[in-house]
């Protein structure tokens, strides 16, 4: 499979309110792209409706589509956006416009950030009580509040298996 991609800057779809308080910055998906659009086509197409802070450009075999991160300079911009853009034949292809997902990059940053704080304060937590604890209460507290979460999709649930290491060592 042939597959090339062309990143121009930009996170990922971080939600935050403009200067003005009244647009969000968006990622948009941009499928149906001819073979011949560049990140710079995007970015000046749609630059007379907001700001483009980075584009992505995937393409494989016939597929061509992207994703850029869109800040509308107002509120109707970014459904003006839509009802304009989606649907119409431009460079060779017909755009397909739709609100995407946040990119991977920046969700998996933002889950780490909020991992790292949680076990702060869990660890912050375990040294105020060790102060008056032995070791082993300190054990039984950082396994409770530790363990395996594993994602099971068939199930679409996540099962939080607690430290199962500890248990040999008792």
């Not at 991160?69 to 839509?82: N, Y």
Request: aromatic share 10%; hydrophobic share 35%; glycine share 8%.
């Amino acid at each position: 499979m042939n597959d090339h991609r062309d990143y121009t800057g930009g996170g990922g779809a971080l939600e935050n309110p403009n200067s003005d308080g009244c647009s969000l910055k968006s990622r948009i998906f941009v499928g149906g792209l001819g073979a011949s659009v560049k990140p710079n086509d995007l970015e000046a197409t749609f630059s007379s409706l907001g700001r483009v802070h980075g584009v992505e450009i995937i393409r494989s075999n016939d597929r061509n589509f992207g994703y850029m991160d869109f800040e509308p300079f107002s509120d109707k911009a970014l459904s003006k956006l839509f009802s304009s853009y989606n649907g119409c034949v431009w460079k060779g292809g017909r755009l397909r416009l739709e609100k995407a997902k946040e990119h991977y990059l920046a969700q998996l940053r933002q889950e780490w950030a909020a991992e790292a704080a949680q076990s702060a304060t869990i660890t912050a937590e375990v040294d105020a009580s060790t102060a008056s604890n032995t070791p082993d209460k300190r054990i039984q507290m950082l396994s409770e509040n530790s363990g395996l979460k594993m994602f099971f999709p068939r199930l679409k649930k996540v099962i939080h298996k607690r430290s199962i290491f500890l248990k040999r060592f008792k």
